[in-house]
């Protein structure tokens, strides 16, 4: 016949002992899985925020480079005559959108600020006299709230050299 003690198993008091072991390295894990979302979720909203910007800049910087002439010269809104000479294309912040005629280029956008340069490299030029135009740009990440992990900023500059004013 069996005895009571020569079953196999766990004792209360084992289990007792053991389950709070568990119970700190489950906590661990998941704190370590949770650093690591968070740093995903920081680099991706980084990312984002880093390709808009550089998407917007490029975008504007190679149409005013392309620009046949400069017809309106304004902190944060330009307008010239497009390559073909006859299309006027205007880009304008208006509220947090970056727009090309109207249209929405990119969101997000906190500021874009054009300098406007001479042939001496003075600034303020004219729109008549402009030969280089400076642009700024920051974008933030229009779906996180402020504060938060993905609440990411970026800031682009760029010099662009008018190629087809004489």
């Not at 779906?143 to 087809?164: H, I, Y």
């Amino acid at each position: 016949m069996n005895s009571w003690r020569s079953q196999s198993g766990f004792t209360l008091v084992e289990l007792l002992v053991v389950l709070p072991v568990v119970g700190l390295l489950l906590a661990g894990v998941v704190s370590i899985q949770q650093s690591g979302l968070q740093a995903y979720v920081t680099g991706s909203a980084r990312v984002a925020v880093q390709q808009t910007a550089r998407f917007a800049l490029e975008r504007v910087a190679r149409e005013i480079r392309a620009a046949s002439a400069i017809t309106t010269a304004a902190a944060s809104s330009i307008t010239f005559v497009a390559q073909d000479g006859i299309t006027a294309v205007t880009y304008m912040l208006n509220a947090n959108n970056l727009e090309r005629n109207g249209e929405v280029v990119v969101g997000g956008v906190e500021f874009l600020t054009l300098v406007y340069r001479d042939f001496n490299d003075a600034v303020g030029a004219s729109a008549a006299n402009t030969r280089r135009v400076d642009i700024s740009i920051r974008t933030r990440n229009e779906d996180a709230p402020p504060g938060s992990a993905g609440d990411m900023k970026s800031e682009n500059m760029t010099s662009v050299q008018l190629r087809n004013i004489l």
